[in-house]
């Protein structure tokens, strides 16, 4: 029986761009090659594309983009073209937006992971949370500057943040994950300091109430029946679980699998999971983080529509513990692409 073809592409031009190098090599490593033959495709921080054809191991530290492994031009185009199934393991802008996801559907190519539109309104935070909010399903209070407004007077911003929602608060930017671009403000000056960061990533900066609380993640597999996994609780090793706590002292904060918290709780948390994932018509995978406030309230912070795969991160993890390794898993989710791509092909895109 011949061998699908699975595309991985790599790399990308955001700033989770070493994230995505750590997640691809482990995926490509724990694909059956048994039933797949591998092509990988990276994607430089300048957005250059090539086909690389060196040793794995050259992903984690970035030695892979060299004339001798990556090649450019006709070649990239030829290799998609011929290839089965595209699994975009790239993290953050040009990847997870939607704009990639975009560029396999004029393919006509399966892809693992959400579809366009589900992938753009995840990764804006602003418009996923009011879609959440509209289905009753409980975000953290949150206030929305443009870039231009905080070049025009971040102070003044910092001052309408404080009087909705007092001190600390949270800044992030609408479109970004990994915690990249994210502060937690504790005074006036510091807040006026974190829209100017988080506004460099962004054209859309939002400030958050603070939650006192937990912070849970679930992970979520399937199309248009989702399962979701064993709850997890981080307890960072840093103020918050920001981009150092997460890829560069991951060892220091602590993962416990399962949450130690009422098992009634864990219910709710997997209820709303699945919730938000069809209400934003999320595909294949998605990992759900959220908040257990000391007040006892769930409150649901971001959906990420293609999490981190490296060492340490949560979503492999969680389904462990729920009893799927990680070859089952990655094998799992590029059945499900060819699962959707299937019933696509069934419906109609012009009159008869």
């Given at each position: ?15 989770e ?74 993290h ?32 804006d935070?602003?418009?996923s ?34 009087s ?9 930017p ?7 671009g994210?502060s ?24 958050e ?12 597999l ?6 979701a ?24 904060s ?46 649901l912070n ?5 999490p ?45």
């Amino acid at each position: 029986m011949d061998k699908k073809k699975v595309c991985v592409f790599f790399g990308g031009k955001s700033g989770e761009h070493e994230v995505s190098l750590r997640s691809s090599s482990n995926v490509i490593n724990a694909i059956d090659t048994n039933k797949y033959e591998i092509h990988m495709i990276g994607i430089t921080h300048d957005g250059e594309i090539g086909v690389f054809d060196g040793p794995v191991s050259m992903l984690p530290d970035g030695s892979w983009n060299n004339p001798s492994n990556f090649t450019k031009g006709h070649v990239v185009y030829e290799t998609i073209a011929e290839s089965d199934v595209m699994f975009p393991v790239i993290h953050g802008t040009f990847g997870e937006d939607g704009t990639l996801q975009g560029y396999f559907e004029i393919l006509g190519k399966p892809y693992v992971g959400c579809g366009v539109l589900a992938s753009a309104l995840a990764m804006d935070k602003d418009l996923s949370k009011k879609l959440l909010d509209y289905e009753s399903i409980p975000t953290a209070k949150a206030l929305v500057f443009t870039k231009r407004d905080i070049d025009a007077g971040e102070k003044t911003l910092a001052d309408k943040a404080i009087s909705a929602f007092g001190l600390p608060v949270f800044v992030k930017p609408a479109n970004l994950g990994s915690s990249v671009g994210v502060s937690k403000a504790h005074t006036k000056d510091e807040l006026a300091e974190a829209l100017v960061e988080a506004a460099r990533y962004d054209e859309k900066v939002l400030v958050e109430e603070y939650i006192d609380g937990s912070e849970l993640e679930v992970a979520i597999l399937g199309n248009s029946d989702p399962a979701a996994s064993s709850v997890g609780m981080i307890i960072p090793c840093n103020e918050f679980y920001d981009y150092e706590a997460k890829y560069e002292s991951g060892d220091d904060s602590e993962i416990i699998i399962p949450a130690p918290i009422d098992g009634q709780i864990a219910e709710s948390i997997k209820t709303y999971a699945i919730k938000a994932y069809k209400t934003l018509g999320c595909s294949g995978l998605a990992r759900i983080d959220f908040f257990l406030a000391k007040d006892g309230r769930v409150i649901l912070n971001e959906l990420n529509t293609m999490p981190g795969f490296t060492n340490i991160s949560m979503y492999s993890k969680l389904w462990n513990d729920s009893g799927v390794g990680y070859g089952e898993l990655v094998d799992s989710l590029i059945g499900l692409a060819l699962e959707r791509d299937k019933e696509r092909k069934g419906l109609l895109f012009k009159k008869q």
